[in-house]
Every structure is written in C-alpha cells, then in structure tokens.
C-alpha cells in the first residue's frame, strides 16, 4: 500500500502530524494548567498558574469522602469487563451475519442498526425500573451493583460494532474454514480457531472503542449507582463540577487527567494488535 | 464444568436469600459541600439512637429529578437539601412531606427563611442558609464601596483597560439572576402577586416599566464600554481571582475561591439606583423530607434535634459560606463583615419565586438579556419580546 | 448439559417469581427460557445460536425502554402527574389532619414476648388507658384479665405476654410504629412524636364507585379530570397523576406553532451540523489513519497514542475549556488574532461563528473515533490488490482513490452514517458549548441559533408550562427518531450497492 518515502516526504508528513498533535493537544495542556491552578479557575489567563500547586492531585488521593482510586478501578472493571462481553457478543453476531445466509439477515442488519438511533435519554426510567424488580429477587444484579450495570451496557453490543466486525470478516476468505470443515471441524471450532486469531486487529479495535465508550458514559451510571464506593470515574468526577455554583475545576482537571491515562496506557497496550494479519500465510486461489 | 454449575446454583441461592430489607434507616440526598458537615450530625443520631444515618452525595442538579424517578418506588431517599425555589414542583408531583415543628423551634429560624419554605400554610423544609448576591470588590483597586450606582460606573470606567485586560465591573451575563436587582431596583417584577398572597403566573412583569428602565442600565453599561459580551461565571470569576477585576455581583459562593487566591476583597451591599434599592434574589436553602419516607418520624427527629443545633449549622457554613437561616448560629458570625453584608443585602431582597411555571422563565429572560449585551436588541424590545414569549409558553392571553 | 442447567435454575426461578407475584416476569422468564432451548436444540436455528446472547441483552435493555418510551409518549407523565392514580389517592387520603382540639395520650410501646407484634398502652387526659393492638383498641381498666395494674395506682400499666420497650428499641422501630394506626370512633389514632399520641381525622375519602374524592371537611367532591382531581370550581387537589392521554402530545408537537415555526431553521441547520461534522471528522481521521499504517513512518505508536488523548478525557471539561477559548475578549482565540491580525472574532456572540465554533469542537472531540475505525478497517484490504495495480502502474494517489477509499467506504458507510446519527442527536455537545444561543432577535420562541431538533424540543418539554414534561418529551424522542430513522434507511440502501462489491473479493 506504500511506497518507499523520500525524504522530504518523510520531513513533510511528520510535521503535518506534528502539526495535529499541537491541535489535539493543546486543550489538554491547559486542562493540566488548570490542575495546579489553586484558584479553581478553568480558563486562566495564563498557561503557567500564578502559584502552582499540586493540592488538587493530593486531594484526589487523600479525600474520603471522595475515594478516587476506587473510583478509577470500578471504572477500569466495568469498562473492561464490558468491553470483553461486547467484543464476545458483537464477534458472535459478526460472524452470523457473515457467514450465514439467512431470511431476513440484511433485514435484521439493518433494523439493529436504527435501532441503536433511538434517543436514549428517557431510557433512564424504564431500566431504573425494571433493574429495580430485577434487583428486589436477584440483588446481586439490581440496583447499584456492578453486574447490573455492565448488564445493560451488553444491550448496545449488538449495534455498529457488528458492522465493523461483519465488514471485516467478509474480507477473511472462506475457503480457510471451507478447508477446516471439510477436515471435521464444526463452525464454532471453525470460529474460533481461524476466524478469531486473524481477525484480532478488528477486535482490538472494537475492544477499545466500547472501553472508552464505556469509561465516559455517565447518564446510565448515574441512575443505576447509588453509592459513592460503587460509582464510576464518569459518575464520581460530576459531584465536583455540579455542586450549585461551587465547580471545583481544580480538582475536576487533576481527575480528567489521571482518568485518562488508563485508556491511554490500554490503547497504546493494543496497538500491538492493530496490524495486519491477513498479508502473512493467507491460502491463495 | 459441573462443579462450575454447582457453584454458580450455590452463589445464587445465597444471593437470593440474603434479600436486602430496609430496617429503620434514614438517606439523606446532599451534595459535595454539605456532606462532610452532615456526616458528623448523622455520626451523632446513630450513636444516640442506634439507627444508621447514610449521606448519600448526588450532583446538585439531579436531585430533584433522581428523586422523582425514585422516590415512588419506595427506592429513593428520606432527606435531601435544595433550594427553597423547588417546593413548588415537589409538592405538584407529591414527593414532599410536610415538616411538623414545635414553636420554639421555630422561633429560632429567620422568619423569611421560614416563609420561603412555607407553601398553603404548611412549612417543607427546614432552612439552614440564605443567599443572595451583593457587590464584591477588590479592596487594593476600589478602597472604599461606591455609595452610588452612578459612583460605580465612574469607578469602573476608570479603571476598565481591555487592552490591558483589566475590568472595572462586571455582572457575569446572561444571567437573570444576577441581573434582577437591576431590574427590581425601578420596580420590575417576574410574576405579580394574588391578593391571597401567592404568585400569579400570568401576571408577568418583565416587560414593566422597572424592568425595562433596569435593562436599559445593562444596556448603558455596554455602550459605556464596562461590560463586554461573553462575560459568563468562569470569566468574571477568573479575572477577579487574577486581581485583573476591580467589582463584581456575586454571591457567597464565589468566596472560597476568592480567598484561595489571596485577594484582599469587601462584601457591600449593591449601592442605590438613582436613589432606589436594588433587590436582590433570596433563595434559601434547606432540608426536606420525601413523603415516600418510611421512616418520617425519624426524618423529623434527625432534622429538629440534630440538624437545628449550633454546631452543625456553623459546620455547614464554614463549607459553603452562606450566612445560616437559624438565628443563633447567624449571632456567632456577628462580627463577619461578609456575613453581615449579606445578611444586609438579603434583608432588601424578593425571595425567589417558587412556583413550577418561574423555570420557564429563565430561557427567554437569558435570551433577552443576551441580545441586548451583545447589542442586536434594544433592551426595551428585548424585554417585550421576552416577556412575550413566556406568556406563550405559559399559556396565558 | 450446561442447557440442563440453565433449563433447571430458570425453572426453580420461574417458581420463585410466582410465589412473589411477580407475575409479568415470571411470563417473560418462561418465554424466554422456552425460546432458549429451541434454538440450541434445534438444527435449523444455527444464526440464532450466535446471535441470541447479543440479542437477549438487545432486547432487555434497548428494546423494552424504548418500548417504554413510547407508552409513555401516549401519557402526560410529567411534573404533576408522575404517580399512579392509585398512589395519588393513597397519598391525598392519607392526610390526616390534627384539628385544633384533638384529643392527645401518652403511651407505652410494648412488644408480644416471644413474637414481633407491637401493641400501645394509651393515657387519655380522662377515661380509662386504651389498649391497641392490630387495629383495634380496647379500652382496659385494673381488674380487666389479661391486664396488671403494677405499681399500684390505679391504673393500668402492663400486659400479660407483652415486654414494655425501652426509648432505645422504640426508636430502633420507629419506622413500624409511627405506621400503625387504629381506629377510634371517627378519628384515627397515631403517633405524633416519641411522646405522645393524637387523635386524627381524615380529610379525604375516596369513592371508587362514583370515581370522586370527597373533602370530609368541606364536602367538596373532586373529580379526576386531566390527572388532577378538581373540584366543580376548579381547584385542584395534589398531586396529580399519570394518565393516558392518546395522541395528544403527537398532536401537540405537530400544530404547536411553537414547534412548527421554526422547525424548517433548525431541522435545516441539525442535518448541516451532523453532515459537515461526520465530513470533517472522518477527513482527519482517515487522514491520520492512512499515514500512521505507514510502515515506513517512526513512531507511529507514539504519535497514534498522543492523538488518541481528545478522546480520552471526558467531554465535559473539555468542551469547557473550548468554551473559554472561544471568549470573546478573554479567550485564547482571539488573544493570538488579536495579537497577530488585530481582529477578533466573536465567536459565541454571533450565529455564524458560534456554528463555525461547534464544528470545530466537534472535530477536535471526533477524530479519534474516525481514526481508530479507519485503522481497523484498513487492516482488512488485502495487500494483493495493492500489489496487482502496482504492477499495473497505478500511482499511489489512483491506489488510494480507486482501492482503498471505496473498499473502506464499503465497510464504513454504515458507521459513517450512524457518527451522522449520533451527531443528529447530540444534545450534551451543544448544551455545552453553546446552549443553543446566540438567540435570536424578535423570535417568537426561544430556539437559539445554534438548536438542533432535539435541544430545542427538550428545552420546550421541559421549560413549558410547569416543569418537565416526560410525555411531550417522549413524543419528541419517537418523531425525532423516524426523522434520523428515515434518513439513516435511505442511506442504507444507497450503501446496499457497495456491499456488493466487498462480497466478491
């Protein structure tokens, strides 16, 4: 797909993307200014606060009534463990639709699609409700469990996701499991031995999308958690900003910046997996 | 994989039999800056009467809709804080209790708190703090306190450089609420009185002659060049945290900040509009108790006994720094000068409307007022139109 | 065999939501389970198997709030009316009342030995102490079996097999006790603190034949009318309740003049809005996508990493920050314009600007997203292509244009048009940023320039006539849905073609 680069080619792209960078960074730097702001100020006037302090990182770690760190893990575990299931259930489904003709397939495609369209904001009392009733004879997946929540993130699973997934299966040539079946494998061994490992670039990328997806969400998780110990990063960072006119953006920047770094390190963790396998060993003809 | 199942059946079984049943325990609803000061009055009642006390921290905002998706399933709290502005919706959707109080109790409270949680004759809520916004200056640029409006705006003129990024004065726009006491101060109103002393929601007042002589001040604020456009909360707050701004309308939560920052500041009262008082918003903030509590005689005694003490409510203030509604813990802060300057700037004041139509009011006021800063609008136009509008929206004519 | 497991627990569970009366579940667990064990055990279902669990969670979570949604659509929930008739009633009948002169007692709480059941002494100011007890009460004297006169006075003051509690335990059950009440004659009584008991009326009375609350004081009847109960000179009492109101909220959303003025203006900007976003993001992010594959180019990772970070910190803040940029006389923006070109922009200030301002927001806050779908799904073109147009003497610019673009197209369209979707929709981003203003002048209604369908809808719902408005809301959610819905459809099928193509390589 590319060409050996020139040099001034080289030079060129490097500071064009150099030049992106400055762009997609440049909010955050001040957002790490405002976090050793001691004056709460979210727009300073200058990048470099005027009495610099880490009062607001120290906070985050020592307050109590705000437990910070547990906050980041429930995050990490929720996002995690929902991103897991939805790469396991949207792989599922990918395949399905891939591989199987069906009555009502490019039907049932489509009709996933729009239906993850729906506005989403006044689901928040139907599934209070219904996780509620869930909850009074099953507690250990009701309100303000973890298991609970993770369980109505899975509802989106089937949604865009699949269609990435589909898009990219579509592109795996058949005649790697045509030759599997013939030697006696079943289609779930035929899945999860071949398709599976070539398709791990897709995956990650799923993987990722639904973790940050996940980490950020904050509507559902807040209806759903009730207690500060079981609260979500997303969930947690909203009691500084909205107390009535009290927005503690010290501490509120400090908290972005250490929350982001868990995607950060996850992402640069996966892009292992973002090449791709298709070029190496594929069966021609 | 049988064990697997075995053990999944078991953790089940225990899961369900461990039902959660509620036992005498009170919730209460607050948010981040009353939680500490509750958590140690909630420590107190458990000790004295062995039932557990938990402070729950939602964000300010969501309290009044979490509890009306919750409250109804038996799910939601027994107490929560709010302003007194909310009892209007409350009471229509049915989720408050009415408070049941001995009289030397209430004798205790500012009575204009008291009224301002008090709706058809019966009070909601108990009142721990009133607000309102004043003038706050920067002492090191503005020594003394303008007695005058006029005074201001020549002070401010003086010292208002944007090539050096330095203000004179500044009311953070668009913002209704920190704009009324101009309005007020000619006679403007937002809704006019029945004779039976509630508000009448189609006897809107924001197209009066006061509220249109008040806009027009905003409006001579802009063309004399002192207020600018796009001058919102985090702006106004941030220059004068920066000794870049000399005065401002704020109320006592931009406090904690100011002396964070170390600036050297005073609390006035807004100074006279040609002669007439500006008054200010009061809104009163307080306890409530969910009529879908099971527990209300506990809510009652948690809120008389051991919220309605000195200590506590000192406690509350510290954090918030909004002078208390319960009158002996206002005595103690008697020689606070930004206490008093509030509580003086409160006394002047209207208490904020709490009927269920006044947040229809704030989109289209905000509009016009941003209209005429940004100067596409005429204030007067600006204020008909909106005062048309919400009529509209009301379904008065 | 793990079916059998399942098929035994569902079944145990089935059981166990009977005997709570949690009938509706109870059905919807059996359904579910029947449908389970034909789709695993039959041959012909082999899609289902893979797509059930993903459909299950679909359904639960997705399907059945939006289901939900539209039954409410068709009510008036909202401020006012966000109980149940029922629970209305039991709230309006239970206000007792304490008239000025009510009868007051002390008492004693007394718990059965041996059981749970709480029974009061009760001391009225004259006549013997009352015995209560399961809703009855019993007026006791010294003699009376069953009851002791202890300490010698004359009166009453313990019960055989009942243990008097101490202020401790009263408290500990506080919750039950101040719930019991009994009746006495007329009146009620019940607990009105830790020391004394009073006599209450009601107030109001239901009559579930005629269908009316009746005021005991005053005689009123009050009849349901639109969620309120109203009396004939039309005064309401509250709370008012949920009730069914048809297509009124449809209706309302098509003729309200508010709503169809200037429903052309922002419909027209949304769909600008949505399209010149998903344009711009996916231009970077495919852009970025394409170059950091390069083999050829060092630190890939690394510049892949720090471009991901926009999308790592929460929205929130960040949009805030962009919003203090934008400031007029203060923000960053127009400090470096300023400085360079002596101009400054109104960013915030002006309708055309403050459109300008969102895209730009929304491009910063939406390349990543474009670009990590662009990486992933460049992995899946085939290099042979890539190698066969090569020899062919294609350049690089033709490769792309003519290979890769259209085989990404085919893989993404339907993302590309969801991302449009979604930014039809995007409320929080605009809400933020903007709030919708700058308003503009002499406008009927409040929608600022800046509005998109769905912002300027909810803000009716939920700044009209007294409060929010979760039915009107809901309508708006469902017609706002076939808008998208309908142009998402046609896109779809436009894409069809494409599809095509990607199942012949």
């Known amino acids: ?285 | 994989m049988q064990k697997l199942g075995i053990l999944v059946l078991a953790v089940l079984l225990v899961g369900v039999l461990g039902l959660a049943s509620e036992p005498g325990k009170l919730i209460v609803w607050c948010d981040e800056t009353r939680a500490p000061a509750l958590a140690e009055a909630a420590q107190k009642f458990t000790a004295a009467y062995g039932v557990p006390v938990e402070v729950q921290e939602v964000p300010f905002g969501d309290i009044r809709g979490n509890l009306a998706v919750t409250a109804p399933t038996g799910e939601g709290p027994d107490v929560i804080i709010g302003p007194h502005d909310w009892i209007g919706e409350l009471i229509y959707n049915g989720l408050l209790e009415p408070l049941v109080l001995p009289a030397d109790l209430l004798a205790q409270f500012d009575p204009a708190s008291l009224e301002a949680f008090s709706w058809a004759g019966e009070l909601y809520g108990l009142p721990y703090a009133t607000e309102c916004v004043a003038l706050i200056y920067n002492k090191d640029l503005v020594p003394e306190p303008p007695a005058t409006f006029e005074e201001l705006i020549e002070i401010a003129k003086v010292l208002t450089d944007p090539e050096k990024g330095q203000y004179g004065f500044l009311i953070q726009q668009p913002d209704p609420y920190h704009t009324f006491p101009l309005h007020s101060a000619y006679g403007g109103y937002v809704f006019g009185a029945t004779p039976e002393g509630t508000l009448d929601p189609c006897d809107i007042g924001l197209d009066n002659e006061g509220s249109i002589k008040g806009a027009m001040l905003l409006d001579r604020l802009v063309k004399e060049g002192i207020e600018f456009a796009g001058a919102d909360y985090q702006t106004v707050t941030g220059l004068f945290n920066e000794g870049l701004l000399a005065m401002f309308i704020g109320g006592p939560w931009t406090l904690p900040d100011i002396q964070a920052a170390g600036i050297n500041y005073g609390v006035a009262k807004i100074p006279p509009i040609e002669g007439n008082i500006p008054r200010p918003f009061v809104g009163v903030q307080g306890f409530m108790i969910s009529a879908f509590s099971e527990n209300r005689l506990l809510a009652h005694m948690f809120l008389k006994d051991f919220l309605a003490t000195k200590e506590v409510m000192l406690a509350i203030y510290e954090r918030g720094q909004r002078p208390p509604a319960y009158l002996p813990a206002l005595a103690e802060l008697a020689d606070n000068p930004d206490i008093q300057a509030f509580a003086a700037s409160a006394a002047d004041g209207i208490p904020m409307p709490k009927i269920p139509e006044m947040g229809s009011v704030w989109g289209a006021w905000s509009d016009a007022l941003e209209l005429i800063v940004s100067q596409k609008l005429g204030p007067e136009e600006a204020m008909k139109n909106a005062a048309e509008q919400i009529r509209t929206l009301l379904g008065c004519k | 065999m793990a079916l059998g497991l399942l098929d035994a627990l569902g079944i145990w569970t089935f059981c166990s939501l009977l005997l709570r009366g949690e009938y509706w579940m109870a059905v919807g667990l059996a359904v579910a389970l029947a449908l389970i064990n034909w789709i695993y055990l039959s041959k012909r279902t082999y899609p289902l198997k893979y797509l059930f669990p993903g459909l299950f969670f679909l359904v639960l979570f997705v399907l059945y709030p939006i289901g939900y949604n539209i039954y409410i659509a068709f009510t008036n929930y909202g401020t006012g009316h966000i109980l149940s008739k029922e629970q209305a009633i039991a709230q309006i009948e239970s206000r007792l009342y304490l008239p000025p002169d009510a009868e007051t007692f002390d008492y004693v709480v007394f718990q059965e030995e041996g059981g749970t059941g709480f029974a009061f002494l009760l001391y009225p100011k004259e006549g013997p102490a009352l015995f209560a007890r399961e809703g009855e009460v019993v007026p006791v004297a010294p003699g009376v079996p069953g009851f002791l006169d202890q300490d010698g006075d004359g009166v009453v003051d313990g019960a055989e097999g009942y243990r008097r509690l101490g202020l401790p335990e009263v408290v500990q059950n506080l919750s039950t006790l101040q719930a019991m009440e009994f009746p006495y004659g007329e009146k009620i009584l019940r607990m009105t603190s830790l020391q004394e008991f009073a006599a209450f009326e009601r107030r109001y009375r239901y009559d579930p034949e005629k269908d009316v609350m009746v005021d005991l004081l005053s005689g009123t009847g009050y009849r349901p009318v639109e969620g309120f109960f109203t009396s004939p000179e039309g005064e309401a009492l509250l709370p008012g309740f949920t009730i069914f109101v048809g297509g009124r909220n449809f209706f309302a959303l098509v003729t309200n003049p508010q709503i169809s003025g200037p429903f052309f203006r922002v419909f027209a900007w949304t769909f600008a809005y949505a399209f010149f976003s998903v344009i711009l993001t996916f231009a970077l992010g495919l852009f970025l996508a394409y170059h950091l594959n390069n083999p050829y180019l060092r630190f890939r990772k690394t510049y892949r990493m720090l471009l991901i970070v926009p999308y790592a910190i929460p929205a929130f803040i960040s949009v805030l920050m962009w919003r203090g940029f934008f400031n007029p006389e203060v923000g960053v923006f127009n400090q470096i314009l300023y400085s360079l070109f002596g101009i400054k922009i109104p960013w915030l200030q002006d309708p055309f600007w403050a459109k300008v301002a969102l895209l730009l927001n929304n491009l910063w806050l939406g390349f990543p997203y474009m670009m990590i779908i662009s990486l992933g799904a460049l992995q899946s073109i085939p290099e042979e292509l890539h190698e066969a147009a090569q020899i062919d003497g294609a350049s690089t610019w033709q490769r792309f244009w003519r290979i890769t673009f259209p085989l990404l197209l085919v893989s993404l369209a339907p993302l590309l048009i969801g991302s449009f979707a979604f930014n039809f929709n995007n409320f929080t981003n605009i809400y933020l940023l903007t709030e919708g203003r700058p308003p503009i002048p002499g406008a009927q209604t409040p929608a600022g320039s800046t509005d998109i369908l769905i912002s300027y809808t909810y803000r009716l719902a939920f700044e009209g006539q007294r409060g929010n408005q979760y039915g009107l809301a809901s309508a708006v959610s469902i017609l706002i849905f076939f808008i998208i819905g309908t142009i998402s459809w046609i896109n779809f099928r436009f894409t069809r073609a494409l599809e095509e193509v990607s199942e012949n390589v």
């Open chain 1, 1 to 285: 797909m590319y060409r050996r680069p020139t040099l001034v080619g080289t030079i060129v792209r490097h500071l064009i993307i150099w030049i992106t960078i400055v762009f997609a960074l440049f909010p955050v730097v001040w957002i790490l200014s405002a976090s050793f702001n001691p004056t709460n100020t979210l727009v300073g006037q200058r990048l470099v606060p005027r009495n610099p302090t880490v009062g607001h990182y120290q906070e985050l770690f020592t307050n109590p009534q705000h437990p910070f760190p547990i906050w980041i893990l429930n995050s990490i575990k929720v996002s995690g463990l929902t991103a897991l299931f939805v790469v396991c259930l949207t792989a599922l489904g990918a395949y399905a639709f891939s591989r199987f003709r069906f009555r009502g397939r490019r039907g049932g495609l489509m009709a996933l699609l729009l239906v993850q369209m729906f506005p989403q904001m006044l689901a928040m009392v139907a599934i209070y409700l219904l996780l509620l009733r869930l909850g009074g004879f099953l507690p250990a997946i009701g309100l303000n469990t973890h298991t609970g929540l993770i369980m109505v993130y899975l509802g989106g699973a089937l949604g865009f996701n699949t269609w990435l997934m589909k898009g990219y299966f579509d592109t795996i040539p058949r005649s790697l499991e045509e030759s599997a079946l013939i030697d006696g494998a079943t289609h779930f061994q035929a899945f999860t031995r071949i398709i599976l490992p070539l398709a791990r670039p897709i995956l990650a990328v799923v993987f990722i999308l639904q973790f940050i997806a996940t980490y950020s969400e904050y509507l559902l998780a807040s209806v759903l958690l009730t207690g500060a110990q079981r609260y979500t990063l997303a969930v947690g960072l909203r009691l500084f900003i909205t107390g009535q006119y009290t927005t503690r953006w010290g501490v509120f920047a400090a908290a972005s910046i250490v929350g982001a770094l868990p995607i950060v390190l996850i992402f640069y963790l996966l892009q292992n997996q973002l090449i791709s396998g298709l070029t190496r060993g594929a069966v021609k003809g």
